[in-house]
């Protein structure tokens, strides 16, 4: 039994990694348009990466944070940030790509953050909401620090599909599945709904002026 709890936990970690590795990757790309030198890139991918984890982590209480602890979330950021500064000369549509590995990352992370935030004790609110912010705050400081229109607050359906992930993550709960199964079927929730919205244009309703 204990050595299933370590696997898992061992499993988990490799998905922490390389949701790190995605996001750093979304970040260089904006970088990339921006025309940035490598230093810009690594600044640019590890704010993208580690911000959404740091805020969570923040507000549960978390000290110190993860990459903290783990020097290996940074050092992933930084290698998968330079790749990228290599990389992406090749990737003609860079915001095509930048969408779709911007979409792996936030699913990714939405059902991590809710699993991080569940096993500290939070309640099924703050731990969907935790793991929409783990989603989506390392993407809005990406815009933020890159001088774009944060993604987050275009019509398109974005913390909607993490929303969506985290709650059926913590939905299947009471089902007895194991976690690595919720996991998935979290991921693929919320993926599906932004793959949906970014293939068919699906967008949530923006609000107008009456005189407009």
């Known amino acids: 039994m204990m050595l299933q709890a370590e696997t898992l936990h061992e499993a988990a970690a490799i998905l922490d990694l390389i949701g790190v590795a995605v996001f750093a990757v ?6 990339a348009r921006r025309q940035m030198d490598p230093i810009g890139f ?28 783990d020097q290996s979330f940074l050092v992933v950021s930084v290698l998968a940030s330079l790749a990228t500064f290599w990389a992406a ?4 549509r860079i915001f095509k790509a930048l969408l779709w590995m911007d979409a792996v990352g936030m699913a990714m992370f939405a059902v991590a953050g ?6 500290l004790g939070a309640g099924p609110v703050v731990a969907v909401l935790m793991g929409v912010m783990t989603a989506s705050f390392g993407g809005l ?3 933020v620090l890159c001088g774009e229109k944060p993604l987050l607050f275009h019509r398109e359906i ?26 998935i079927l979290g991921f693929v929730a919320a993926f599906g709904v932004r793959a949906a919205a970014i293939r068919w244009g699906i967008s949530l309703p923006n609000y107008r002026h009456p005189e407009a």
């Open 89 to 92: 000369r090749s990737i003609r």
């Open 42 to 69: 690594i600044i640019v991918g590890t704010a993208t990466a580690i911000g959404g984890g740091t805020m969570r982590d923040l507000v549960l209480g978390v000290r110190p944070v993860f990459w903290v602890t």
């Open 141 to 143: 400081l990406r815009d």
């Open 114 to 119: 809710t699993q991080k935030a569940t096993n």
């Open 158 to 183: 974005y913390a909607t599909a993490a929303l969506i992930g985290a709650g059926l993550w913590l939905a299947l709960e009471p089902a007895g599945l194991a976690p690595e199964v919720r996991s």
């Open 26 to 31: 979304t970040g260089a790309l904006v970088a």
